[in-house]
């Protein structure tokens, strides 16, 4: 195994499936089904769920609702994401732990640093929720800020295509993907993979990132094992 401890990043509009809104009970259990053999690996798994499939900040703004409020809202959906995601684990027999950037005592635990790597060493499943706790941030924010929290090795970024083009391959049949970027360079071309701020801050961390196809199953364990696919960002 490559990797010992891992930051996972799942996107919140991937839990809606096809449906395109809220939880798709088979890709949930997808999902846990994989987070769970990690776990039999003996791999400190840590997850980042946004809340997409529920309520999107940006998007909220958008449409003149107080940006603000609007977070706080998605950070609430990331919430829900992450409770559905731990009922799906224990249900299979993961221990999991959902950590809170914002207090709700009665479900689910506050955020500690200490806390999560203590959980993490036990073997139990971590999953952070509601963000940074603060509005302007997205959960690739998170994501990067959690990484270097826990010391995770690296951000496994689970997509819905298998890695990083240099524009859209959805819309774009002549679309090349990259197998290698470096951070300047993710910044410099304007790829939208994660926002800038997640970026600088595993190149300032030097914390890998792997971008891949979370919906081709047994892909999250083939990183883990090293195999080469999806793009790697690096310093």
Do not use: K
């Given at each position: 195994m490559k990797y010992k401890r891992?930051?996972?990043k799942l996107s919140g509009e991937?839990?809606?499936?096809?449906?395109?809104y809220g939880i798709t009970?088979?890709?949930l259990g997808q999902f846990a089904d994989e987070v769970k053999e990690l776990n039999e690996l003996g791999i400190e798994v840590a997850v980042v769920i946004g809340g997409g499939n529920i309520h999107r900040g940006v998007a909220g703004s958008t449409k003149?609702?107080?940006?603000?409020?609007?977070?706080h809202m998605g950070m609430l959906a990331t919430v829900i994401n992450a409770l559905a995601l731990q009922d799906s684990l224990e249900r299979k027999g993961v221990y999991t732990r959902v950590l809170s950037a914002i207090k709700m005592q009665e479900i689910c635990e506050s955020y500690i640093r200490r806390r999560a790597m203590r959980h993490l060493e036990k073997g139990r499943v971590v999953i952070f929720a509601a963000g940074t706790g603060?509005?302007?941030f997205t959960t690739d924010t998170t994501a990067a800020l959690r990484a270097n929290e826990i010391d995770a090795d690296i951000i496994m970024k689970a997509t819905k295509v298998d890695g990083i083009y240099d524009k859209d391959p959805v819309v774009h049949k002549d679309a090349v993907k990259f197998d290698e970027l470096k951070y300047i360079d993710v910044?410099?071309?304007?790829i939208k993979v994660m926002?800038?701020?997640?970026i600088s801050l595993c190149m300032d961390n030097n914390?890998?990132?792997?971008v891949f196809n979370t919906f081709e199953k047994g892909n999250i364990k083939r990183v883990v094992m090293g195999e080469d696919i999806g793009t790697k960002v690096v310093k």
């Open positions: 891992i930051l996972l991937a839990l809606a499936g096809d449906q395109g009970p088979e890709v003149g609702m107080d940006r603000t409020t609007s977070d603060n509005p302007y910044l410099n071309r304007g926002d800038s701020a997640a914390i890998e990132i792997r």
